[in-house]
């Protein structure tokens, strides 16, 4: 369970997934080796969304990734989002907090194509990346 593997994190990644979690139910842990060593993200969930940390092996905290809204983000980032979905349907849109950088996730899934789309925009809505998520190609 959660317990078990959270007690297996490194002692730093523990103590800042605890100042972070706040009142968040914990959900489940998953780790992904980088260049430059381990990512953590602690899954919660906090008021019936998620709230996942993702924390380097020395304990810093990277992101934090809450899901969201169009309703509750900066217009020029929705605009942006909305521009890039067009006539997809928007599975799941995250806020992500990078230190002082904020920026707006998207999951989008083109019906036409039966294929998802991963958008990531700026509040200011310039477009930071573009997945299609083609594989195979």
């Known amino acids: 369970g959660f317990a078990v593997k959270f007690e297996g994190l490194p002692p730093a990644v523990q103590e800042t997934a605890r100042a972070h979690m706040e009142n968040a139910f914990p959900v489940s842990i998953m780790s992904t080796q980088g260049e430059k060593g381990w990512d953590y993200q602690v899954n919660t969930r906090l008021n019936g969304k998620y709230h996942n940390l993702v924390i380097n092996e020395q304990g ?3 992101a934090v990734k809450d899901e969201t809204d169009l ?3 900066p217009a020029a980032a929705k605009a942006a989002i909305e521009k890039q ?3 997809s349907k928007i599975v799941t849109l995250e806020k992500v907090t990078e230190g002082a950088q904020v920026s707006y996730g998207a999951l989008v899934k083109d019906e036409a194509q ?3 789309v991963q958008v990531r925009v700026g509040a200011d809505g ?4 573009k997945d299609q998520g083609e594989h195979g190609k």
């Open 71 to 73: 309703a509750s983000i």
């Open 60 to 62: 810093k905290l990277e």
């Open 114 to 116: 039966g294929k998802f």
């Open 126 to 129: 310039t477009v930071k990346s």
């Open 85 to 87: 979905a067009a006539s």
